[in-house]
């Protein structure tokens, strides 16, 4: 089986504007989950996908948002961008069942300047 | 809310040397615990999990961990640390209720030829 996959792998933006991040589940998988892996804070919870609606939500502004598609890929958008937004954004795929193992893509490295 | 503790956040070892990670968490249900590894330029990978039963789980490569419910813990060790064992090393927990994960910060483990 393929794994999970994240386009685009880098970006570069600058503070203001706003991007979106890909993410395509392991096949079979339903729930997807994004985080924000920065140096010192290790990595935090944005939200969780399932069956295209949002089930769980970490504590980021509302700048974050995301969305699931009828095939579970999902899409990650952050709108307004600020400096300290620069991290390395993961996805993570698993089955449909809370608490099963997440499988994580390579990442999406965003540099905002 | 849950939190995870890695009190260890870097590590020098010499080859042979014998590992232990710490992993404290807090939260008072029933809980997935996990260990991930983050080898340089590669994306988060299982290194061992635990559901239920046996409270001494084997991994890949070599690692076990424990679960120690009385003290929130779930340490991670090896007896034989090799050089290719350099990466990152994250502890994570989920409650079975929920499917947000929580990460601890990380424990940088570099391993001396």
């Known amino acids: 089986k393929a794994g999970v996959t994240q386009t685009p792998r880098y970006l570069i933006k600058t503070r203001g504007q706003q991007v979106t991040l890909s993410c395509s589940p392991i096949?079979?998988?339903?729930?997807v989950s994004w985080y924000q892996q920065t140096p010192g804070q290790g990595l935090q919870f944005l939200f969780e996908?399932?069956?295209?609606?949002?089930?769980n939500k970490g504590n980021f502004p509302g700048r974050f948002s995301g969305r699931q598609f009828s095939n579970s890929r999902s899409e990650m958008n952050v709108s307004t961008l600020e400096l300290g937004d620069s991290a390395l954004y993961l996805c993570?795929?698993?089955?449909?069942?809370?608490?099963?193992?997440?499988?994580f893509g390579p990442g999406t490295r965003l540099l905002v300047l | 809310a849950q939190s995870v503790s890695q009190h260890n956040h870097h590590v020098i070892l010499s080859e042979a040397a014998s590992l232990e990670l710490g992993c404290n968490y807090s939260?008072?249900?029933?809980?997935?615990l996990f260990w991930y590894v983050q080898y340089p330029g590669q994306h988060l990978q299982l290194l061992l999990k635990?559901?239920?039963?046996?409270?001494l789980v084997k991994g890949i490569k070599g690692f076990e961990a424990e679960f120690i419910k009385s003290k929130f813990s779930f340490n991670l060790r090896k007896p034989s640390v090799q050089w290719s064992d350099t990466a990152e090393y994250f502890c994570?927990?989920?409650?079975?209720?929920?499917?947000?994960?929580?990460f601890g910060t990380g424990t940088s483990l570099t391993v001396i030829p």
């Open positions: 996908y399932f069956s295209e609606t949002q089930r």
């Open positions: 096949s079979g998988h339903r729930s």
């Open positions: 994570a927990v989920n409650a079975r209720t929920g499917n947000q994960f929580y």
């Open positions: 635990y559901f239920s039963g046996d409270p």
């Open positions: 939260y008072g249900g029933t809980v997935n």
């Open positions: 993570a795929s698993s089955l449909s069942q809370p608490g099963e193992t997440q499988y």
